[in-house]
């Protein structure tokens, strides 16, 4: 069964480039890797999924090695804003039996 | 904004009330879900409808009744529960269904507070 690992908590400063990478070393030949936002009292929010190689938004950068082993979340020039838990989840992307796996998320502050 | 619509936000209820929390969404998304999210943990999945019908139940107790009256509607009705019962209930919604379903859209949670 693939298991998500990510860090518990990160900091940065406004402005910066922000890294979060998430282990997922028994992910399976069809498992995609999806990564949500979620701010206190509210639901999670999608911001990006992939399969591999690089995938990229209006929001953020997703980049995926050719083992899928891990996959790293890139969030450019954050700001105070972006202070927020980030999940990070491998599964099936649709019609499968298998469950979505949750990592415990990141908690990343955002300082001025 | 969420598209996918809760209520209520907040519910404080005894442990011998019956209470019910409510979804709405209109995206056209043929799978529901209710999550289960305590403080400083991920969601866990609760239940999944698909077309309407329950495809999936992750041996959630029975003082735990979902109900999908159409396919824009979900409910969760609630019954004796316990003060271990207090978390943010999320309710989402997809294109597909299953455990996965394409992308998943959440809304804003209702709190419920078992006293």
């Known amino acids: 069964l693939a298991k998500t690992t990510q860090p518990i908590s990160m900091d940065s400063y406004e402005g910066q480039e922000v890294n979060i990478t998430c282990s997922h070393n028994?992910?399976?030949?069809?498992?995609?890797i999806t990564w949500y936002q979620q701010f206190p009292s509210q639901g999670p929010r999608f911001i990006i999924q992939?399969?591999?190689?690089?995938v990229t938004n209006e929001v953020a950068s997703l980049f995926i090695p050719a083992d899928r082993k891990s996959s790293t979340l890139s969030l450019p020039r954050v700001s105070l804003s972006d202070t927020a838990v980030y999940y990070c989840?491998?599964?099936?992307?649709?019609?499968?039996?298998?469950?979505?796996?949750w990592g415990l998320g990141t908690s990343l502050a955002v300082n001025p | 904004d969420t598209e996918v619509t809760q209520t209520p936000k907040h519910l404080v209820m005894g442990m011998t009330n019956k209470k019910s929390l409510k979804c709405e969404q209109h995206?056209?998304?043929?799978?529901m879900y209710w999550y289960k999210q305590k403080a400083k943990k991920p969601p866990e999945l609760m239940f999944v409808?698909?077309?309407?019908?329950?495809?999936i139940n992750e041996s959630v107790p029975s003082r735990f009744s979902p109900e999908c009256p159409n396919s824009s509607l979900l409910n969760l009705h609630l019954h004796a529960l316990q003060p271990e019962d207090s978390a943010l209930y999320l309710c989402?919604?997809?294109?597909?269904?299953?455990?996965?379903?394409?992308?998943?859209?959440f809304g804003e949670g209702s709190w419920l507070t078992v006293v």
């Open positions: 409808y698909s077309y309407e019908k329950l495809s």
């Open positions: 995206m056209g998304h043929r799978a």
């Open positions: 989402a919604s997809s294109q597909g269904g299953g455990y996965s379903g394409n992308t998943i859209y």
């Open positions: 989840l491998v599964g099936p992307n649709a019609g499968n039996n298998r469950k979505l796996i």
């Open positions: 992939g399969y591999k190689t690089k």
């Open positions: 028994n992910i399976a030949t069809n498992d995609y």
